[in-house]
C-alpha cells in the first residue's frame, strides 16, 4: 500500500466520528499493510479527553497486535498532525512510522508547532511523513468547522 492509500483508509476512519466530534480517523497497519484497527475521535460522544483517533486505534490495535501494547513493525496513518498526547502515545507504542495528511500549526506535535516524535532524547522515534493528502484531510476539517460557524 502506498501512504496515500494508508490515509485514505484514515479519512474513512475519519467519516465515521459522530457528528459532534472533529472528524479526525486513524488507522493501525501492521508491518504486512494489514489493517489492526481504525478509530474516529470520539470525546464529544463519550465525554472522555483522551478519546482522540490514534489513541483510540492504538487501544484497539493492542489487542490484536501479537506483541501486545508494542506495536513495532506497525505504521499509524492519521488525517490530522498529532497533538502532544497522541504523538507521545505513538512513541511509547513503539510504532515505526506515522503518515499523516494536514498539518495542525496550532497544536501539532510532528513537526508544526512541536515535534515529540524526533526528540533526540528518546530511545525511539518513528519516521514520520507529513502532508499526504493534505488538500483532502484539510477540506474534511474545513467542512466541518465551517458548517459549525454558519
Request: hydrophobic share 45%.
Amino acid at each position: 500500500m502506498t501512504d496515500e492509500d494508508l490515509v485514505r483508509a484514515a479519512l474513512a476512519a475519519a467519516g465515521e466520528a459522530s457528528e459532534l466530534d472533529v472528524p479526525v480517523g486513524a488507522v493501525v497497519f501492521d508491518a504486512d499493510g494489514r489493517e489492526l484497527a481504525r478509530a474516529a475521535n470520539a470525546r464529544e460522544a463519550t465525554g472522555d479527553p483522551t478519546a482522540h483517533a490514534e489513541v483510540l486505534a492504538l487501544r484497539a490495535a493492542a489487542g490484536v497486535h501479537g506483541d501486545g501494547w508494542r506495536l513495532e513493525g506497525c505504521t499509524v496513518a492519521v488525517t490530522l498532525e498529532p497533538c502532544t498526547m497522541c504523538a507521545g502515545a505513538l512513541v511509547l507504542a513503539r510504532v515505526d512510522r506515522i503518515v499523516f495528511g494536514a498539518w495542525e500549526p496550532k497544536t501539532g506535535a510532528v513537526g508544526s508547532l512541536w515535534d515529540v516524535v524526533r526528540d533526540r532524547r528518546l530511545t525511539h522515534r518513528p519516521h514520520v511523513r507529513g502532508g499526504v493528502l493534505e488538500d483532502e484531510c484539510g477540506a474534511v476539517l474545513r467542512e466541518y468547522f465551517g458548517s459549525k460557524r454558519s
